[in-house]
């Protein structure tokens, strides 16, 4: 091989330059040759040569006396010379023979002598020799030699590593902290060589209960297929899309259907991976995830709870908030900086888009807000049906039905509903899902497991009976209230009993005779527990701390007050907690704060006294549905009705 090949093949090769190889073994020896120099001249003691300390006696045998007793030598002009070896120094005498005496190792000979007051005169005019040990000279110096070039060593690799990885763009720190950790799905259907995940197989079917947000991204999936068909017409596809809204409505699942839909690769990161204990990590890994995506062009960039990196900035304090704000600002260039047609589209979700920085959400960065919001009873029933394939159903399934008993529910819920229900019915040794599954699944997930190991006394079982009966009795003789689904005395997570009413619809408006009859109903147990047993428990807490927030949101957030309070809001804005503010802050005077308090308390109290009027009236049904829950422990909604009539 010629020598010029072999020259290029090396230093190809090698991470850094031959000239760093050159400049480091350089530094290394100027830095070894400094410290050996100053090793064998670090004592005040003059250094002679291995040749002047021969003339001592080998075979001499010396005699260890104390230091005062080798001054005492010196000063009578007996000593010929002194040899220091370490800390022991040697008298040699006029007539060849010699002692020795241990000194303080950390002060010199020349200082020990002069403490021991012998005159400068005689110091002057005696000869002290130093000898060195060659276990130092040899061992020292190797050992100092080899830290010195390793880390001379190291120091030029990774400054060599910065050099040709900011050539490329690409600030790289020690260990490829400055490398983003996004995972690249790709369109092959296999892992590469970084063991890149596999492309999506999600599609917009597999999403249900979105159809809006299906809708609103579908433009950015056909900009992702057909670019021409936007560019030619001087349109400009959104740079950024933001996703907000509850937990579990299917942000990130919608995300990866926008992938597979477009068939493009999907970047995938989690804002809090941004996000180092050191200054500067963070922006390193923004530029090397968008300079990857632009390599990949066309494709999605992914940044799932994207508030863990872009909250207000100037909101906290210490070193932390420098780094997240460095990252922040680097994404706000990256993101401005794209070209108007550049196909990345960059997808983020979040629960919080009220602390999210303005720049981010302006246009031109983030466009378009898509949310994503509680499914309604028909999206339900869709979600289920894509949670229930290939899964074996009973044939009374009726998943509209089952869709109308889980108002709330959110797409990861009925997806926890369906497996919950599989589980039971292995776990019962059925072939197939069946209707009591789903019940007893559902009441797992809303109440709490079952507790059958929870023991109570035959007094508070009749309690407890008397109390559900009285909400569940309430409940059903009044005009705006749901309908009572389920009746129990069975203990579930920290509930001795529960009464479930349901909506036989979805429901977005409440009326004020609406929130009165909630708040009735749920003073119905504690006054069933008054009339019944002339005393109360603490059976209640959870229902008057819950008639208390509904009496006070009637007050000072709906208008609902009958005290000349006016019309207007008490408080700031409250607002959904993942779509807005949820904060309160006090701006009315003490006068007012009164007057909301005394209307709070006359609605309860009105409230409650309605209450006891309808169980004094149907004391008896009291009676017969409180025997029956001590009898059967859960009564259903038709033998709820049968005992009503």
Request: some cysteine; proline content about 4%; glycine content about 8%.
């Amino acid at each position: 091989m010629p020598p010029s090949d072999w020259s290029s093949q090396w230093k190809d090769r090698l991470p850094f330059h031959p000239k760093w190889l050159l400049i480091s073994l350089i530094v290394a020896g100027v830095a070894v040759g400094s410290y050996l120099f100053t090793g064998y001249n670090s004592g005040t003691e003059t250094s002679v040569s291995r040749s002047v300390q021969s003339s001592r006696n080998s075979n001499t045998k010396t005699q260890l006396v104390s230091l005062p007793e080798i001054v005492n030598l010196v000063k009578a002009d007996q000593v010929k010379s002194l040899v220091v070896q370490d800390n022991l120094i040697t008298a040699i005498k006029a007539d060849g023979s010699s002692v020795s005496a241990h000194k303080e190792t950390n002060i010199s000979t020349i200082e020990t002598l002069k403490l021991l007051g012998t005159p400068d005169q005689l110091l002057a005019d005696l000869p002290i020799v130093v000898e060195v040990s060659s276990s130092h000279n040899y061992s020292s110096s190797l050992w100092g030699l080899i830290a010195l070039v390793a880390l001379v060593g190291v120091i030029a690799y990774f400054t060599a590593r910065n050099r040709r990885s900011n050539g490329s763009g690409t600030s790289r720190m020690p260990g490829n902290m400055g490398q983003s950790n996004a995972r690249l799905i790709t369109n092959d259907g296999k892992k590469d060589d970084e063991n890149h995940l596999v492309k999506p197989q999600i599609r917009f079917p597999d999403v249900a209960g979105a159809d809006q947000a299906k809708q609103e991204l579908q433009e950015i999936v056909e900009f992702l297929k057909e670019p021409a068909k936007f560019t030619k017409l001087g349109a400009r596809i959104p740079k950024g899309v933001l996703m907000s809204g509850p937990p579990g409505t299917g942000k990130t699942l919608l995300a990866k259907a926008v992938a597979g839909e477009a068939g493009v690769p999907f970047f995938t990161i989690s804002g809090s991976e941004f996000v180092e204990m050191y200054v500067g990590v963070g922006a390193a890994r923004v530029r090397d995830l968008f300079k990857r995506a632009r390599e990949h062009s066309p494709c999605v960039v992914f940044v799932d709870e994207i508030d863990a990196v872009g909250r207000q900035r100037g909101a906290s304090m210490g070193s932390g908030n420098d780094e997240r704000e460095q990252t922040l600002n680097q994404i706000l260039v990256e993101m401005d900086g794209f070209s108007s047609f550049t196909t990345v589209i960059v997808l983020a979700s979040t629960n919080r888009p009220d602390i999210l920085d303005a720049a981010l959400l302006r246009p031109g960065r983030f466009d378009r807000k898509v949310i994503l919001d509680r499914p309604d009873v028909h999206g339900r029933e869709a979600i289920l049906r894509v949670h229930t394939r290939g899964k074996p159903l009973a044939r009374d399934i009726a998943l509209a039905d089952l869709a109308r008993l889980t108002p709330g529910f959110v797409g990861a819920d009925l997806e926890n509903l369906v497996n919950e229900a599989a589980i039971l019915a292995a776990r019962r040794n059925l072939t197939v899902i069946g209707q009591p599954e789903f019940q007893d699944a559902m009441e797992r997930i809303v109440a709490g497991p079952e507790r059958q190991g929870k023991i109570l006394s035959d007094y508070e079982r009749k309690v407890i009976a008397f109390h559900e009966a009285g909400h569940a009795l309430v409940m059903h003789n009044l005009e705006h209230s749901d309908p009572v689904h389920k009746v129990s005395i069975v203990s579930r997570g920290m509930a001795l009993g529960y009464t479930m009413p349901l909506p036989e619809n979805d429901r977005y408006l409440l009326s004020r005779e609406a929130f009165e009859d909630q708040i009735v109903g749920l003073f119905g147990g504690r006054a069933a527990e008054e009339i019944i047993f002339k005393r109360i428990t603490t059976g209640a807490a959870n229902d008057l701390e819950r008639a208390t927030k509904l009496a006070r949101a009637m007050v000072t957030r709906y208008g609902f007050s009958s005290q000349g309070l006016g019309l207007r809001c008490f408080g700031e804005e409250h607002g959904n907690q993942y779509l807005g503010k949820l904060s309160e802050v006090r701006d009315y005077s003490e006068a007012v704060a009164q007057a909301i308090d005394q209307e709070i308390r006359q609605i309860l109290d009105h409230a409650y006294q309605r209450a006891k009027e309808i169980l004094v009236d149907k004391e008896r049904k009291l009676e017969e549905l409180a025997q029956a829950l001590l009898e059967f422990e859960t009564i259903e909604r038709p033998q709820f009705e049968t005992l009503m009539t």
